[in-house]
């Protein structure tokens, strides 16, 4: 089975050498990132990951969980309660809480780190306390002081957990078709009636309580998406001193057979006036749930580049291992009887694309939840503003990139492994299973490469993508002059001008027909993609560089400036291919009449 090792050594790189913190001092918390501090909670994140909850993985894959159709109950396989707990009473789920509430108060851009520890070591386990985290979000940023004081302490401690509401049968993508009720009930409460379908933590037995976040009608409501409001409804009823009352008309159903993340239970709900108190005003509940979206997305993101290291570990530890064929030059291991496969080089383009995704993600998401911690706490509200364009367009390219190439990653993984990887008794097929499910939850990839061309670069008069553009250009005009890192800015400058004049051509085209934004989506979504992977790969280049000619002869440097040689010249010339398919435009897919399709 796959034994999963924290990348801790690479965290610090990058907490310590490559992010620059300092941008973000005036953020509340941030005197508290330290490099021991920073390193003692990797660390410890790192053990609970590895020791606690990498061996349910399995488990929780086999056992599933059950549903009991008499009273609805869930129960989750062996251990989970027990590594709940533990998760818990060590703190980890009041980390980047707010002080005022119990939390801890350590910044986001940490508590990243720890998400994508716990999703590599088991996705279906971090499903819970993730989606109480981001309940946690909406009521703290948009619920009343009253409701604050009411749900974020048990929800910090982890003795309640969260959910969220959105999908019904007969609606997904258009939330604008929700068809549950909120009736108003007097004293501002509301009866909420209707049915949600694949509600991730729906139902369990892991906390006393499940705090239920539901997108409802009032009775007069607008049609479609303006008319949506945000409901608290809580499993069982809140008393005033807030004890717990008798269940408020919440039921699961059933739960849903499902390719991966078998321990997360996907619940069908269903709502008979169970009695909710509104969030904020009426009519603005998709707004709020946006807030819980963004960061949501940001850690969907993670989650595709967490299996896919699991995995890409997996593979390489086998690559190392099996013995199969000598080397085309002549054995390497002569005193084997074959070479292990590591040698070949179609064995090392595929692990090489795995840890070239990986440790470029993982650095593009770290540099982009700092930009979120500034934009959600900075006390400076131009700060704020700035920092909100570069999260508000790297967004849905992190969400979309990340889950497809975790989910490519994870393939590749299966296939280093040959048939073994097809096979359970290894574990890397699990991966291919749980990672799926990424490129459809939190809006689809299809939607988010339509949000980043419809929406993020026609948003804010060009600021969004010139938030991204001048730190890009004032990088390369700072190292163009240096010969040993041609082989970096080169390529960087040759994609980001080639993202630059198609992003003037889609406007163009798009302004004049919509379908055209549509068909150069996906397209476009990874050209900037390669883009901001080949900005953060030279970033990390230069680091090393610097580093080997200061004399530090790690290894660990060397790895990074191969990798980003690996990554210039074996993955970013794939933009050439996507600038050709964007500029071929909307009719070779529009033409073709809908029933030849
Ligand atoms: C395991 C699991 C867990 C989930 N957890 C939750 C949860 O906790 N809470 C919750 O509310 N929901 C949850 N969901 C639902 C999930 O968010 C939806 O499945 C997802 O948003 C897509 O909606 P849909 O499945 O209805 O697909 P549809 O909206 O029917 O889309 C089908 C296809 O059409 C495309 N499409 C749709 N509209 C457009 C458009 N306008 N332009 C271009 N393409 C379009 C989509 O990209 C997709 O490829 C979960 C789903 C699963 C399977």
Redesign the pocket.
């Known amino acids: 089975m796959p034994q999963y090792k924290a990348p801790i050594e690479d965290f610090l790189f990058l907490y310590n050498e490559f992010l620059d913190l300092d941008e973000a001092k005036d953020v509340p918390g941030m005197e508290m990132l330290t490099p021991d501090i920073i390193e003692a909670i990797l660390n410890e994140a790192g053990k609970l990951s590895e020791e606690v909850l990498q061996p349910l993985n399995v488990i929780g894959d086999t056992q599933g969980c059950k549903h009991h159709g008499d009273d609805g109950r869930v129960t989750l396989p062996e251990g989970f309660k027990a590594a709940f707990d533990t998760y818990n009473d060590n703190g980890w789920s009041s980390l980047v809480a707010d002080p005022s509430y119990g939390g801890q108060g350590i910044p986001g851009v940490l508590g990243l780190a720890v998400s994508e520890m716990i999703n590599a070591a088991n996705a279906s386990f971090a499903a819970y306390p993730g989606?109480t985290l981001g309940a946690y979000e909406v009521i703290l940023h948009h619920g009343s002081e009253d409701q604050k004081q009411t749900y974020l302490p048990k929800m910090i401690s982890g003795q309640w957990s969260g959910?969220?509401?959105?999908?019904e049968p007969h609606?997904?993508?258009?939330l604008g078709l929700i068809r549950t009720k909120a009736e108003p009930h007097g004293n501002g409460r509301y009866a909420i009636s209707g049915t949600?379908?694949?509600?991730?933590?729906?139902e369990h037995d892991l906390s006393e309580n499940i705090i239920h976040l539901v997108l409802a009608r009032t009775p007069d409501a607008p049609a479609g998406t303006r008319g949506i409001s945000l409901f608290i409804v809580p499993k069982y009823s809140v008393n005033e001193d807030g004890s717990l009352g008798p269940n408020n008309g919440v039921r699961c159903q059933s739960i849903?057979k499902?390719m991966g993340?078998k321990s997360?239970a996907?619940c069908e709900m269903q709502y008979t006036n169970a009695i909710g108190v509104l969030i904020g005003e009426e009519n603005k509940g998709l707004s709020y749930m946006f807030t819980m979206m963004n960061a949501a997305r940001l850690v969907t993101g993670i989650q595709g580049t967490a299996m896919g290291d699991a995995a890409y570990q997996a593979a390489k530890t086998f690559a190392h291992e099996r013995l199969q064929g000598r080397a085309l030059t002549g054995p390497r291991y002569p005193d084997k009887p074959a070479d292990p496969i590591i040698v070949h080089p179609d064995v090392r383009r595929m692990l090489l694309t795995a840890r070239a995704f990986t440790e470029g993600a993982r650095a593009l998401a770290l540099m982009t939840g700092l930009q979120l911690d500034i934009e959600l706490r900075h006390p400076d509200a131009d700060k704020r503003q700035q920092a909100s364009y570069w999260v508000a367009m790297l967004t849905p390219v992190i969400k979309a990139y990340f889950t497809d190439m975790g989910f490519e990653v994870a393939n590749l993984a299966m296939q280093v492994h040959g048939g073994a990887g097809y096979v359970t008794d290894t574990g890397v097929e699990q991966f291919v299973r749980d990672v799926r499910?990424t490129q459809?939850?939190?809006?689809?990839?299809?939607?988010q490469a339509?949000d980043l061309v419809g929406r993020k670069l026609t948003a804010n008069q060009g600021e969004n993508l010139k938030a991204f553009f001048t730190p890009v250009h004032t990088f390369i005009a700072t190292h163009a002059g240096n010969e040993a890192l041609g082989a970096f800015i080169t390529p960087l400058k040759e994609v980001a001008d080639s993202l630059q004049g198609i992003t003037a051509e889609v406007f163009a085209k798009m302004s004049k027909d919509p379908m055209e934004a549509?068909a150069a989506s996906t397209d476009y979504l990874r050209l900037f993609a390669l883009t901001a992977m080949a900005f953060v790969w030279a970033k990390m280049a230069v680091i090393a560089q610097q580093k080997i000619e200061a004399g530090h002869a790690s290894g660990f440097y060397q790895a990074k400036l191969d990798t980003a040689r690996f990554f210039m010249t074996r993955m970013l010339p794939d933009h050439l291919a996507l600038a050709a398919k964007i500029r071929a435009g909307a009719s070779p897919i529009m033409n073709t009449q809908d029933e030849y399709l």
Do not use: H, P, Q, R
Not at 163 to 167: K, R, S
Not at 196 to 202: C, E, H, R, T, V
Not at 440 to 447: A, F, R, W
């Open positions: 989606l959910t969220m509401n959105l999908t609606c997904g993508t258009d949600k379908i694949w509600i991730s933590a729906g849903e499902k993340i997360s996907t499910i459809i939850y939190e809006g689809t990839n299809g939607v339509l549509g």
